[in-house]
């Protein structure tokens, strides 16, 4: 019995190892066209001194298969005409800029905090999908119709 355990957890090994769910996300995972800051970009300038834009800031980390599925999803986000083009999208990597872990006490490397001149509106830590993300920021985002 314990012979036939030994080769099933093998068997699972073998197949975790070779199929993707424990490798390490290759590339970055980086949206188009939006700012990432990292080794002495300035914080303050791209987040906290912006006025009348919100910020929406996504720390990341390049090994989390949840950040890689969390640009999807920004993607996403990104093309909803209604809220996603009057956000400004700021990525960090927290494998190279740690001490913003620290600084916003983030538990986990994959959050999101909103800013709109350069105070803190919305604050999520862990995945979230389009759809929610929209869902979720919809309150905090003040509709302008001329825009």
């Not at 909103?114 to 309150?139: A, C, M, T, W």
């Amino acid at each position: 019995m314990f012979k036939k355990i030994f080769l099933f957890s093998l068997l699972l090994t073998f197949v975790f190892l070779n199929f993707g769910c424990f490798k390490k996300v290759e590339e970055e995972p980086l949206l188009k066209n939006d700012v990432v800051i990292g080794y002495g970009s300035n914080f303050e300038d791209e987040v906290l001194n912006v006025k009348d834009k919100y910020v929406l800031v996504v720390f990341y980390e390049t090994q989390s298969h949840w950040s890689k599925s969390q640009v999807e999803a920004l993607e996403i986000f990104k093309n909803d005409r209604e809220i996603g083009n009057k956000i400004k999208i700021v990525k960090i990597n927290v494998e190279e800029e740690p001490f913003f872990m620290e600084k916003y006490n983030l538990e986990v490397p994959l959050a999101h905090l909103l800013f709109y001149n350069g105070e803190i509106l919305y604050r999520n830590v862990g995945y979230v999908d389009s759809p929610h993300l929209n869902q979720y920021l919809k309150p905090y985002v003040k509709f302008d119709e001329r825009q």
